[in-house]
């Protein structure tokens, strides 16, 4: 299984993003998915997660109101939503998967995981 996440950039504060993230080879192993963030000098940290069906997300309280995680299983992709983007929002973006259907919140229940796109807000 591979995630190739993409969209990360430079933005003004109070901008949009919006980051995807394809996954490619055994695509039927990848249930529930997720974005995460690690800014400098700081752990990965959950940022939204979406359930198999995409009927059931959770959002960081950080991003709520502001992020939109989506996911169109078809394509095989995984989509973040960015909107009024703020300098705290910098980090490298990861996108993540696991094989259960249920979304989780920790870095450790995640099996797949992309390289990391940058997003990087400018005051």
């Known amino acids: 299984v591979q995630l190739q996440a993409s969209g990360g950039g430079l933005v003004q504060a109070g901008g949009s993003r919006r980051l995807s993230c394809t996954v490619s080879?055994?695509?039927?192993?990848?249930?529930?998915m997720g974005w995460f963030r690690e800014a400098p000098g700081k752990e990965r940290e959950v940022v939204a997660s979406?359930?198999?069906?995409?009927?059931?997300?959770y959002y960081a309280n950080s991003v709520e109101g502001r992020f939109s995680i989506s996911r169109d299983n078809a394509k095989n992709t995984l989509y973040l939503q960015m909107n009024s983007l703020e300098p705290e929002d910098t980090a490298v973006y990861y996108c993540?998967?696991?094989?259960?259907?249920?979304?989780?919140?920790?870095?450790?229940?995640?099996?797949?995981w992309g390289q990391g796109t940058l997003v990087t807000v400018s005051s």
């Open positions: 979406i359930s198999r069906s995409g009927g059931i997300a």
């Open positions: 993540a998967g696991r094989d259960s259907i249920y979304y989780s919140t920790k870095v450790g229940e995640y099996e797949y």
């Open positions: 080879g055994r695509t039927f192993s990848v249930a529930a």
